[in-house]
């Protein structure tokens, strides 16, 4: 007997149709917008991990030298993928590229609620545009795909920020500050005690009294963002709160303002982020982490050889995402659903066989015996995979030119021509069976 390994997980069927139900909502919102479908490998070259976040990523990552003897790595994210796939072709790819990809990823990390070492994720990006437009358009394809998922306003909110307010605040306090390394503690900040978040920001090169005054400043309200241009006195943050409001602006144009609230503290963890960011949380608080984020990331494509490019984009993860619904009480039902089970008694499997086709060919689902089972056995197993209706075809009723039809729910039955049988017949409702 084999356990699973730690961090990967199973999804039987009646799971696995609820999760197909919620990536389809997804995908089916970000086609609705015109972004297009891709492709994209499960292993890529260590260094490109190690060239944009350090060495010290591979910690994180599943490394391994292959046959060839090239460092490899599953991949843990996809922007630095669709970056160099954009880098290969950019010639040639029409601006703005709109792409988006559901697919596995894999990190070596603590397992805890809501992260696993595979996780799955629907990557939505777009290369090429610096239009606040962009951005509010990224917000709007998560907002929509959420509310497509049955969730309220009430439901959720997006914690949205902008890198270079808290960059250009930073650069403001006197002293040599690690500008990212004090990012990343603010990133944390939710997640740990006041007294190390405090000594991330120390370590990072603020003072004591800097670190309280940099924390106020974080708490500053929408309507007062001018206050943070006058203590910073730089265009770089100026132009950065007046990039936020259009963002914010344009949200407001595509309908979705509503679900966005200022939140300087939000801060997006990796270092490629570079504008706007964003963080999806559950408004009620009960699902603790973060559910997905986005944001800008405009140096990335430069930084692997292509031309500058603006980009931005956003990732939801189908873990904590089915914890949201889960208590929002609109996660879809884990159930197996079956539109038909043909059933047959005796030497009926040619007739059968056409019923099945036709009914499939209509695009219902459809099932039928593969067992050899007795009539009662089969009628349990269509009760089993939630058959609407059986289809009996029996010898019997075939000497009369007829099939059954019976209504698995409330056990009514009718009988039919089998020649015009499927022919007007289409997912039979109560009444028909009156």
């Known amino acids: 007997m084999y356990d699973h390994v730690k961090g990967f997980r199973d999804f039987y069927a009646p799971e696995m149709a609820a999760r197909r139900e919620t990536i389809d909502t997804v995908e089916s919102v970000a086609r609705g917008y015109g972004f297009r479908e891709v492709g994209t490998p499960a292993l890529e070259s260590a260094q490109m991990y190690a060239d944009k976040s350090g060495e010290e990523i591979l910690e994180e990552l599943y490394v391994f030298e292959d046959k060839g003897g090239r460092k490899v790595a599953l991949t843990p994210e996809l922007t630095p993928t669709v970056a160099r796939m954009v880098v290969a072709k950019q010639q040639a790819l029409a601006k703005p590229i709109k792409w988006f990809s559901t697919r596995p990823f894999w990190r070596y990390e603590q397992v805890q609620q809501g992260r696993f070492r595979e996780f799955y994720q629907t990557n939505i990006d777009i290369f090429g545009s610096s239009e606040p437009t962009a951005d509010a358009e990224v917000l709007a394809v998560a907002a929509d795909a959420l509310t497509g998922l049955g969730l309220e306003p009430t439901d959720f909110e997006f914690r949205v920020s902008h890198r270079d307010i808290l960059g250009g605040l930073l650069a403001a306090f006197d002293g040599e500050i690690d500008q990212q390394a004090a990012i ?9 005690e006041r007294d190390s978040y405090a000594d991330l920001l120390t370590t990072a090169g603020l003072s004591p009294a800097q670190v309280d005054r940099f924390d106020d400043l974080l708490t500053t309200p929408a309507d007062r963002l001018t206050e943070l241009v006058s203590f910073a006195g730089t265009d770089r943050v100026a132009a950065a709160v007046g990039n936020l ?10 309908g979705v303002r509503e679900y966005c609230s200022l939140s300087l503290t939000t801060a997006r963890g990796l270092d490629y982020y570079t504008g706007v960011v964003f963080e999806c949380f559950d408004a009620t608080g009960d699902v603790s982490r973060s559910v997905f984020g986005g944001g800008r990331y405009d140096d990335l494509i430069e930084g692997f050889g292509g031309q500058p490019t603006p980009a931005v984009g956003v990732a939801p993860g189908y873990a904590t995402l089915a914890l949201l619904c889960q208590r929002a009480g609109v996660w879809p039902a884990e159930e197996l659903a079956t539109d038909y089970y043909v059933l047959q008694v005796g030497e009926t499997r040619e007739t059968a066989a056409r019923i099945a086709r036709d009914l499939r060919g209509r695009g219902h689902v459809v099932e039928s015996d593969v067992s050899g089972r007795s009539f009662g056995a089969q009628l ?15 010898e019997r009723d075939l000497a009369d030119g007829e099939v059954t039809l019976k209504q698995m729910s409330s056990g009514d039955q009718q009988q039919v021509p089998v020649e015009a049988f499927p022919g007007d017949h289409d997912r039979p409702t109560v009444d028909d069976f009156d």
Do not use: F, H, M, P
């Open 184 to 192: 990343r503690a603010v990133d944390k900040r939710e997640k740990i």
């Open 380 to 394: 349990d197993y269509a009760d089993s995979i939630n058959a609407e209706t059986v289809v009996i075809v029996g």
């Open 245 to 254: 409001q259009a963002v914010l602006d344009a949200a407001a144009d595509l």
